[in-house]
Every structure is written in C-alpha cells, then in structure tokens.
C-alpha cells in the first residue's frame, strides 16, 4: 500500500476484513473492461490488489475510463494531466467520483479519494468500477466497449406517454365515476351542526266544554 505504515491491533484487523471483501478475479474482470473501454495502449498490471491499487491511483486510467463513456465534445473531464504531484493526481481521482456520480452511478456506490490513493479500500473501488460498467451497459448508447456479460444490466421502469384523446377520455369517466351536482340544491338543509328545530302542535283545550278534562 502506499505511503501507510504498519497496522496495529484493532486498526489492523478492520483493515483485514475489508480486504477479504477484494475479489481477485472481480480483478480481472475490471481490468480487461477497462482496456477494452480506454483503449490497447494501457498497460496491463500484474495480478494482484496493490497491483491495481498503483495502476488507478495517480487518477488518469480513471478519468480517461468516465472520458471513454462520452461523445469526444461531451467528456466531463477536459484536460488529464500526466503529473507527480500528489495534490493534483488526488484532484484527477475526485474529479472522477464527480463524474462517475453526474453519469448515474449512486452515491452509496462512490468510493473516496483515500480508499484508492492509500489503499484503505480497494474493494469499494472495485465496487464503484461495477456500478460504473452496469450503468454504461444499461444506457446502451454505444459508447460501452467490451463483452455484455461482464456487468449487469440494470432494469429500469418504463415511462408510459397517453395521447391527448386518452387523457380527454379518462377526465371524463372520472367525471361519471364521481357524478355530477348540477342542479343540486341546498334548500331545507340545515347546517353542519346547528339543532334541528322542531314544531310543537298542542291539540285545542275546551275550556269549560263537556268532554273537556
């Protein structure tokens, strides 16, 4: 790993468990797409995850991966480059995980800058790598180089557009669905919670009459 010392231990066993998560031949599979993806010049790394650690970490590999996924006038990432200042290959890698999020991949997928550059981490980079290549693959829009079979095709919903005689249609069985109130009346309705008032009808005394209690 780069510029880290030794892990001692709690430190050190976090450290192992998340490198048990690395996967070797996920390894493998990252890096024929990116070849496939950037272009036969790129050097292949030698098997292994600080390998591939060092091959990506300076940045440029990465950001000419996002570039690869563009129209040659829509790269997001306009100038790469080639440099040794540690400052700026950390700012190629950040300007990649921008990129990488604007082209769909989640949030929860994106890995930081530190689990590439020194190593933290190597299986979220592998883990943003795939969710990169699932999200190119989905899209389908020729810009995705390489075998299909390598990434998993997102499913995605599919929007359905109605013509304005359907919509005109379904406004107007909404309306016999709900009916209708013309000519309704509100006369000898009493409001919400006033008291009915009732009429009294007494039946006629006869005062002093016969019958009359």
């Known amino acids: 790993m780069a510029n880290r010392g030794p892990s001692y231990g709690l430190s050190r066993e976090v450290q192992e468990k998340i490198e048990q998560k690395y996967n070797s031949e996920l390894e493998a599979r990252l890096v024929d797409w990116i070849i496939a993806q950037c272009g036969d010049d790129l050097p292949r790394p030698d098997p292994g995850r600080q390998n591939f650690q060092k091959w990506l970490m300076d940045g440029t590999i990465l950001c000419r991966l996002i570039n690869s996924l563009y129209p ?22 950040s300007q990649f995980l921008e990129a990488a999020e604007v082209y769909g991949v989640t949030r929860g997928d994106i890995f ?35 075998n299909k079979d390598w ?40 409001s919400y919670g006033m008291p009915r008032q009732i009429m009294r009808y007494d039946s006629p005394r006869h005062n002093g009459e016969p019958g009359s209690p």
């Open 72 to 93: 040659s006038d829509l790269q997001p990432i306009k100038k790469i480059p080639e440099t040794r200042m540690v400052f700026k290959q950390m700012e190629k890698i």
């Open 112 to 146: 930081q800058t530190v689990d590439l550059w020194e190593g933290k981490d190597m299986a979220a980079v592998q883990r943003t790598l795939m969710a990169l290549g699932s999200e190119a693959l989905t899209k389908d829009d020729g810009y995705y180089r390489g």
């Open 151 to 190: 990434f998993h095709r997102k499913v995605k919903g599919q929007r359905r557009e109605f013509s304005e005689e359907q919509l005109r249609q379904g406004r107007a069985l909404i309306g016999l669905q709900m009916g209708s109130n013309r000519g309704a009346s509100q006369a000898g309705m009493t």
